[in-house]
Nanobody, 125 residues
Framework: QVQLVESGGGLVQAGGSLRLSCAASGRVSRSAMGWFRQGPGKEREFVAAISWSGGSTYYADSVKGRFTISRDNAKNTVYLQMNSLKPEDTAVYYC???????????????????WGQGTQVTVSS
């Protein structure tokens, strides 16, 4: 059984940065991992994904060039570095894991098997 715990959320001004972490219990070193987010009154949407080796990454157009996903398999942890934050990035951010080690496009929620509880990110203007 895999459990995912997100941390690192908070309140930041527009233009600022945050780094989210997702600590996994259970083996996820062979799992592709992803970050999703859900803003107020919106559906959950894909943000970024990374393959089991870290060799492949994929980003939503809305965050490309500003966010970076990475992983440390020795620590069973996945990160999301968020720079140049905008108010529209405000959301609850969720970490997710797949059984498979490869990224799937389109990166829909149904392709992910385990989910964390989420961490709130609020960007003020």
């Amino acid at each position: 059984q895999v459990q995912l715990v997100e941390s690192g959320g908070g309140l930041v001004q527009a233009g600022g940065s945050l780094r989210l972490s997702c600590a996994a219990s259970g083996r996820v070193s062979r799992s592709a991992m992803g970050w999703f987010r859900q803003g107020p009154g919106k559906e959950r949407e894909f943000v970024a994904a990374i393959s089991w080796s870290g060799g492949s990454t994929y980003y939503a157009d809305s965050v490309k060039g500003r966010f970076t996903i990475s992983r440390d398999n020795a620590k069973n942890t996945v990160y999301l570095q968020m720079n140049s934050l905008k108010p529209e990035d405000t959301a609850v951010y969720y970490c997710a894991a797949r059984y498979s080690g490869t990224i799937v496009v389109p990166p829909i929620t149904e392709n992910y098997n385990y989910w964390g509880q989420g961490t709130q990110v609020t960007v003020s203007s």
